[in-house]
């Protein structure tokens, strides 16, 4: 599956827009479709991928 990965710790754009998107700095974040999954959580993260149709069948 295609994804883009951001540094924060090294892009100071990718830190100014994970501040403006989730209002504060907190990672893991990943970006599925229209939905953000903070922090590690996996059973929702699989859940909108497989909505996507792009989750483990």
């Known amino acids: 599956m295609p994804y883009t990965e951001l ?3 090294r ?3 990718s830190l ?3 501040k403006q998107s989730v209002g504060d ?3 893991p974040v990943a ?3 229209d939905h953000l ?3 590690h959580d996996p059973e ?5 991928l497989e ?5 483990p069948r």
């Open 51 to 55: 909505e996507l149709g792009r989750g």
């Open 16 to 18: 100014r827009a994970l």
């Open 25 to 27: 700095v907190v990672t």
């Open 44 to 48: 929702r993260l699989g859940r909108l």
């Open 7 to 9: 540094d924060v710790s």
């Open 11 to 13: 892009d100071p754009a």
């Open 31 to 33: 970006v599925v479709g």
């Open 37 to 39: 999954v903070v922090g």
